[in-house]
Every structure is written in C-alpha cells, then in structure tokens.
C-alpha cells in the first residue's frame, strides 16, 4: 500500500511487520465537529486497511487535556480544567463511536505525562536545542536546520507566521516548549511542577512525547488534519528530530479539510456541525459513509443535502445486504435451490477494492467498487444457491468491514418450522384475498419481532 507523504511529497510503500500509527487527538474544551469526525474515521479506515492486508497495527491517540481553551472554559464555567476535559474526553469517545471508530489501543493524556514531558525538554535543554527565560521553556529553532521542511515553508514566511512576538525569545521563531504558570492557571488548577517552576507543558511537546513514549522512534505514520502541518507538526518533527538525531517519523499523512455549505467552518461564522446532530438526523454510518465519499486529501463539502445524499447511497448497499441475507434465511427455512457454480466472480471486486486502497486509501474510488459488487450481487442473489450466497455475503461484509460499515450486523435467522407453516398459511390466504387473515398473521410475526415482507420472489423477512 502506498501513501502519500507530506514530507516527501511523494508515495510511499508502507512497510513493517508492526505499523505504529500515532494520529493528534482533539483538545477537550467542547463538542467535536465533522471536521474531527473526518480525521477520526480517515485514520480508522487506514488502521482497518492495513489489518485487512494482515499488518499488525499499533494504534495511538491522544487528549490534549491542558491548554489554553480548556482553562478560559474552566474559568467561564467555575469549574476545574479536570471537570472540563473528562466531559469532552467522553463525549468525543461517545461520538466516534457512532461512527463505528475502532478504540485506539491507547488513549494517552498529556495531564498523565507531565513526567516523561519534562525528561523530553531536558533532554533538549542539555543538547543546546533549549533554553530557560523566566520560567518559560523555548525551543531555539534556527539551531534545527531542517525546520520548514515538513510545511515546505520560507524563512520569511516563518518569521511572518509566528503569533506570539515575544522581545525575549532569541529568534521571533522559537516556540515554547513549558508555560510558566499565569493566575488563570492557578485558578483552574492547570498547574505542574518542573525544576524550571510552576507552569504546563506547550502544545506541540506533548506530541513529540506521546508518541515516542508509546510507539518508540521512528515510527511508521504520523496522522492529522492538515491545519495542523504547521506549526504543530512542523515543530514537534523538529524537537523529536532534535532529541533523538534522526527521522522520528517515516510517513507524515494529512487529511483535507470538511468544509460547511461552501464555507471554512469556524465560530466566528457560526456554522460548527457537531458530530452528534449529524448523527442524530442522519444515523452515524451514513455520516462516517459521506465522509469516505471524497479522498482524504480533497476537501469535502457538508450540506444537508449532500448528506441525504449519502444516506441514500449508504442505503442501496445496505439493502443489497439485507436481499443476500433474506434469500439465504428463505432458502435455509423452505429449501435450497439447484444451481451450477460456475458464474460467481468474486474476485475481481476484491482486486478492483484493494487496488484503489492500495491507491493512498482512495475511499471513494473503494466505495465505487462496492456499489459495482452490489449490482452484481442485485443481479444474481436469486439464481444462488445457500452455499454461494454465503460466499458472497462474506466478502460484500468482509470488504464492507474495511471502510466500518455495517459494523455488528445481525444475521437474518431461519424461521422455526411452525413459523414457516404460518407463512404458507398466510400466502394461501393472500392467494384467496382473505386479507384478514393475511394481516392478523403478520401482526402475529411482528409482536415476535418478525417483520413480513411481500416481494415479486414470495416472503421474505426482516428482524
Ligand atoms: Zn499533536
């Protein structure tokens, strides 16, 4: 499989037995947007991907659980940062988990890594890459040569960037690596100690910290939203770079942005689409299925419509589903049919879906090819026996499975041989217009949790 590197700016294979896959987490001050849903549901379908091609995969993310934001809604709320950040550490877990995101195998906090934080700093203090000024902790950066190479950016646009001039700071570049301590913190509580004084880590550290501490140097893939290129991911290669002396990451992966009815999404707009309301009105895999519609490095444009849209298509495979899996319960409760084995051509649908994974993870050409297998599939489910439906069902699921839908999906059981009685006994009655009959059966089906439906092929059911 090959990915497309932002540092390189070329493809790449990926390679290892074990691929370590470290992806920047939300900053806990409020409710997450589709924008954190898209970079949550990208790096999920890549981790399902390559456990699909039998790698082993080592899945990180992290909380930024201290910063800026959650203090000031700390203060607003009268509340600790603590009781702010657990809130929204839950209910960004309770939202991906509506779009069937895989748990990370570890959720680290950067609260819960002051320790290995500071050892990371002093570590670069003692190579020369660091200094102390009042308190505050910077990273000097012109003694990083390489720096600007991820973001692929001037010196002069570097100087341009930098929001927080600071008379003190060496360099107008340099960033800080510990916060000193402000009275807002003391308030919240947001304070930790260091030999350097009262104060909390810089954003960027925690990263460089997390991700070394969890999956070693280097690691495989290194994943986000692309607004964080620069200056989150610029500056955290450069401390790790620092630290350790080589490349800490092989394969640098950036997800484009989700963009609201034409617009960037922003508060000052007003138009921040939680991840919940989506879920809500348009269920969680039809938004998780829109948002692997386009490729993850084109921009995306949410609109209800757009969403509808999608739900629709979401739909159509869904359906195919539930067909393959009414004619097996069908042909399971009143008898298989006879037919040949020649004709069933699973695997060029397989091919045509690894080929455009393998493709930097093209989703929407990958969901393309479902749609194909699913008109096949529409085409021939009723000229199948048991045993090739069952074939097919399996890789309509299995391949389903690689992109997180349909994720839990209960089978459609046989019907017990009084049941299957009952729906003759009801199908004669139809034949006779003895409608009443027909519809006190059907009632009886449904209080057992039996949905009855009548197509051109005979019964079928639903539960
Ligand atoms: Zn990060």
């Not at 910290?209 to 999956?215: E, F, N, P, Q, V």
């Not at 699973?346 to 194909?372: C, G, P, Q, S, W």
């Not at 009685?421 to 009801?426: A, D, F």
């Amino acid at each position: 499989m090959k990915l497309y590197n932002t540092l390189t700016r070329t493809y790449e294979e990926v390679r290892g037995n074990e691929i370590k896959i470290y992806v920047c987490g939300v900053t806990t001050y409020d409710y997450s947007h589709i924008g954190h849903a898209r970079s949550a549901v990208v790096f999920d379908t890549l981790r399902r991907y390559l456990e699909y091609k039998g790698f082993r995969v080592k899945f990180v993310q992290n909380f930024t659980d201290i910063d800026d934001k959650i203090v000031k809604r700390a203060l607003d709320e009268k509340k600790s940062w603590r009781e702010i950040s657990e809130k929204f550490t839950n209910e960004y877990l309770e939202d991906v988990k509506k779009l069937n995101v895989k748990p990370a195998d570890a959720y680290p906090k950067v609260s819960e890594h002051i320790k290995e934080i500071i050892d990371f700093i002093q570590d670069l203090i003692e190579k020369n890459y660091a200094y102390v000024l009042d308190g505050d902790v910077y990273f000097h950066v012109p003694i990083f040569k390489r720096y600007g190479e991820l973001s692929k950016m001037s010196l002069e646009e570097l100087n341009k960037h930098r929001i927080e001039p600071d008379e003190r700071k060496r360099d107008i570049k340099d960033f800080a690596l510990w916060k000193k301590a402000k009275k807002e913190d003391y308030e919240v509580g947001a304070v930790f100690k260091s030999p350097w004084g009262d104060g909390r880590p810089g954003w960027h550290i925690e990263c460089s910290t997390l991700s070394s501490h969890y999956l070693g140097v280097p690691f495989e893939i290194h994943g986000g939203g692309k607004d964080l290129i620069f200056p989150h991911h610029e500056n955290e290669r450069a401390q790790s770079y620092a630290r350790f002396g080589f490349e800490p990451v092989k394969i640098w992966v950036h997800n484009d942005f989700v963009t609201v009815n034409g617009e960037k999404m922003s508060k000052s707009l007003g138009n921040i689409v939680r991840i919940r309301d989506v879920v809500e009105k348009f269920g969680g895999e039809a938004l998780r299925y829109f948002l692997l519609s386009a490729h993850y490095r084109s921009a995306i444009d949410y609109s209800e419509k757009a969403m509808e849209s999608a739900k629709k298509s979401y739909e159509k495979l869904k359906n195919t589903l539930l067909t393959v899996d009414m004619e097996i319960a069908y042909l399971k409760t009143f008898g298989d049919r006879e037919c040949q084995e020649k004709e069933l051509n699973l695997e060029e649908f397989v091919k045509d879906f690894e080929n455009a994974m393998d493709d930097d993870l093209n989703t929407r050409k990958a969901i393309a090819v479902l749609h194909n297998f699913a008109n096949y599939i529409n085409k021939i489910v009723f000229d199948l026996n048991v045993a090739l439906l069952e074939r097919t069902l399996d890789c309509f699921l299995k391949l389903s499975s690689v992109l997180g839908f349909f994720e839990g999906y209960k089978r459609i059981p046989k019907l017990r041989e009084d049941d299957a009685k009952k729906v003759i006994e009801r199908e004669d009655a139809r034949r006779r217009k003895d409608f009443e009959l027909a519809d006190k059966i059907r009632k009886e089906f449904a209080e057992k949790g039996i949905k009855l439906l009548d197509t051109s092929k005979g019964t079928r059911w639903l539960v």
